[in-house]
């Protein structure tokens, strides 16, 4: 997706995603029409906030620093007044649910849009996939490449084939009880060892 | 799976089939399932891509072929082959039977349960394997008649059926019907002994 589309993205008030990009390349280019914010990693979520009202108005650290997380999200929503801000961070993954509390607050104005990427899919904790669904993934094709499997699971197949196979063999064996016993109790004779070995002495 | 693993699969599934069909090349067929059950992975290291063309299940028109000239090496690749496929189909990534056609993968169990290669579990299914083949490979083999009881004979009467020579009226004894009620697995001592001549003994090794 190029500029024009992102921007378009943006015109629409939708939020956009990236799987396994760094948003910092959006950020330089949107940086020019939009006020912009770039994050490496949405936390910790209070020196965010100050950064970026620090950013927008120009309050020194020191005084941001002594106000509370819920002061300093109403300060920076009364400072953007109707003015666009896009917040940019990668690792979208590693929101936390105090963190995700405040960018859902944040996400809530409308004149405060997100752009974000994301890298590890199976460590998103379930509220973040509430978050998650005011997303628009960009590059989709590249996400379900690396995520979803093109694949048929013949579980069961298998265990028939076997069962069947098992069926004739200990027909057959049976024939010869001596034969099928020695079989049988040689082969569990032999897992008990194994399981002894494993149990006393371990694996290191 | 790494090679070990697939030939001693190969060779476990060979010899219970053989046991099955009462396969007589044992030795043949061991080293021809063996053999194969890497082929798949030399054919992949060969074209330069894993889990590919090697492991379609299409490899088996060929085998059937080979069949036609000597059928108990065909049956000895097939088996080889399929334990190999059967094998990847374990494994995490499964295998692409219908490959050329469809580049899906076939796979077994749930994902985090599948074995994957080079690992412990793929170590703890040699061994399971190992445990199964030793004893089968003893019986199978008849190798394991050597710890049978040597001592135990079983005694045979032969009956024997007198037909008259009708050029010159001599008796000839011929066509004996024997009857044989043996332990498996065991070499069978038999003893046939003509009355005041030599004695002659006949080591049948299976029947």
């Known amino acids: 997706m190029n500029l024009i589309h992102i921007k378009e993205n943006i015109g629409n008030g939708k939020n956009l995603m990236f799987y396994k990009k760094n948003v910092y390349d959006c ?3 949107l940086k020019k029409d939009y006020l912009c914010i770039y994050y490496n990693e949405p936390l910790p979520i209070k020196i965010r906030l100050v950064d970026s009202i620090n950013f927008i108005s120009g309050y020194s650290k020191t005084h941001l620093n002594r106000l509370a997380i819920t002061e300093l999200t109403k300060l920076l929503i009364d400072e953007l007044k109707s003015t666009t801000l896009i917040i940019l961070f990668n690792h979208f993954e590693r929101l936390t649910e105090r963190s995700l509390q405040i960018y859902q607050y944040l996400n809530s104005r409308e004149n405060i849009h997100f752009i974000c990427s994301f890298s590890i899919v199976k460590t998103f904790k379930p509220d973040v996939y509430l978050f998650l669904k005011t997303f628009k993934l960009i590059n989709e094709e ?27 063999i200990y027909m057959k064996t049976s024939f010869s009880c001596s034969m099928a016993s020695l079989l049988i ?6 897992f008990l060892i194994f399981r002894t070995l494993m149990y006393t002495g371990g694996r290191s | 799976m790494r090679e070990y693993t697939h030939i001693a699969g190969a060779i476990l599934i060979f010899l219970t089939f053989a046991y099955l069909i009462n396969f007589s090349n044992l030795l043949i067929g061991i080293f021809f399932a063996g053999w194969i059950s890497v082929f798949p992975d030399i054919i992949d290291k060969l074209t330069g891509k894993h889990r590919g063309i090697g492991h379609s299940i299409f490899w088996l028109i060929p085998f059937t072929i080979i069949g036609f000239w000597d059928l108990p090496i ?3 690749i097939i088996i080889g082959f399929l334990s190999h496929i059967f094998l ?9 039977l219908l490959y050329p056609l469809q580049d899906t993968d076939f796979v077994c169990f749930n994902r985090k349960r599948r074995i994957k290669t080079g690992t412990n579990q793929e170590k703890a299914a040699f061994i399971f394997i190992l445990l199964l083949l030793v004893p089968v490979l003893l019986f199978t083999t008849n190798i394991g008649s050597f710890w049978g009881n040597s001592e135990e004979q079983n005694l045979v009467f032969a009956a024997s059926q007198d037909t008259q020579n009708s050029s010159n009226n001599d008796v000839v004894k011929n066509n004996f019907n024997l009857n044989f009620e043996l332990d498996q697995g065991v070499n069978k001592k ?6 005041s001549e030599n004695e002659t003994t006949i080591l049948v090794d299976d029947i």
């Open chain 2, 190 to 195: 038999i003893t046939v002994k003509k009355v």
């Open chain 2, 88 to 96: 990847d189909i374990l494994t995490t990534h499964g295998c692409p």
């Open chain 2, 74 to 76: 065909a049956v000895a």
């Open chain 1, 27 to 29: 950020f330089k280019e």
């Open chain 1, 185 to 190: 109790g040689g082969a569990w004779f032999a």
């Open chain 1, 142 to 168: 590249e996400y379900k490449v690396e995520n979803t499997t093109n694949e048929i699971n013949i579980t069961y197949i298998v265990y028939a084939i076997i069962s069947v196979y098992c069926f004739f």
